[in-house]
């Protein structure tokens, strides 16, 4: 399953599929971008982070790609599980060399929805 | 290695009282960031402190809201004459002192404010 930008709240996928939630960010100046993992009733939760000198970066089970031309970012997630059901969020932020305020910029969030 | 701490969890409030929001970060963190989210949306940056510095207060609001982190003890994010609009989850998150551009944050359990 893909989600397109911001505009689709919510993904559902089959278990075991492969997700892919998408983000558009806004600042060109951005140089650091990280996906969080919310559930319900909780506070986000790091999972992983690219900065802007890279085009790809994978950890376990989870891949972020960084399309600077187009600022679009997207995060995969491989063999989904029902434990990955949860609102993803990206973060943008202008690191130290471009002068940007220290707090991050969250995207909307994207819903996954794992169905069995 | 606790991770960042924060209490109350939740937290009631009538209209015009005090809201006091306590927020311990990680062991060897230095940095403090707070957030808010309001319900089905993502995060908003209000405030980054080190201790007994404000080094950013971009998204606080000018009135009502102040953020310290003294030498010792946890940073607090206060409320005065909270208003129903005050109502929302609050975040905060640590991160290590800076090496190079990246800013890994780590996130609290939150605060949940219910203003009546």
């Known amino acids: 399953g893909e989600s397109v930008g911001l505009h689709l709240p919510t993904l559902s996928v089959q278990e075991g599929d492969n997700s892919i939630i998408n983000c558009a960010y806004s600042?060109?100046?951005?140089?650091?971008f990280i996906w969080y993992k919310q559930e319900s009733g909780k506070g986000p939760q790091f999972i992983i982070d690219i900065r802007s000198n890279m085009d790809k970066r994978q950890g376990q089970r989870v891949t972020v790609l960084l399309n600077k031309t187009v600022k679009h970012l997207s995060l995969q997630i491989a063999a989904t599980q029902p434990g990955d059901s949860a609102v993803y969020f990206c973060a943008e932020n202008v690191g130290l060399t471009g002068g940007g305020a220290d707090g991050l910029t969250f995207g909307k969030g994207t819903h996954l929805i794992i169905q069995p | 290695n606790a991770g960042v701490m924060q209490n109350p969890r939740h937290l009631v409030r009538r209209r015009g009282q005090e809201a006091r929001l306590r927020c311990s970060p990680m062991?060897?963190?230095?940095?403090v960031y707070w957030y808010r989210q309001l319900p089905e949306e993502g995060l908003k940056f209000m405030v980054y402190l080190q201790k007994e510095n404000i080094i950013d207060e971009s998204g606080m609001p000018k009135e009502r809201f102040s953020a310290e982190f003294p030498k010792e003890g946890p940073s607090i994010l206060r409320i005065q004459q909270v208003v129903r609009g005050d109502s929302a989850a609050y975040f905060c998150?640590?991160?290590?002192?800076?090496?190079?551009?990246?800013?890994?944050?780590?996130f609290g359990p939150g605060t949940r404010l219910t203003v009546t």
């Open positions: 998150a640590s991160s290590p002192p800076l090496r190079g551009p990246a800013r890994e944050q780590y």
């Open positions: 062991k060897g963190h230095s940095h």
């Open positions: 600042n060109s100046a951005s140089d650091y």
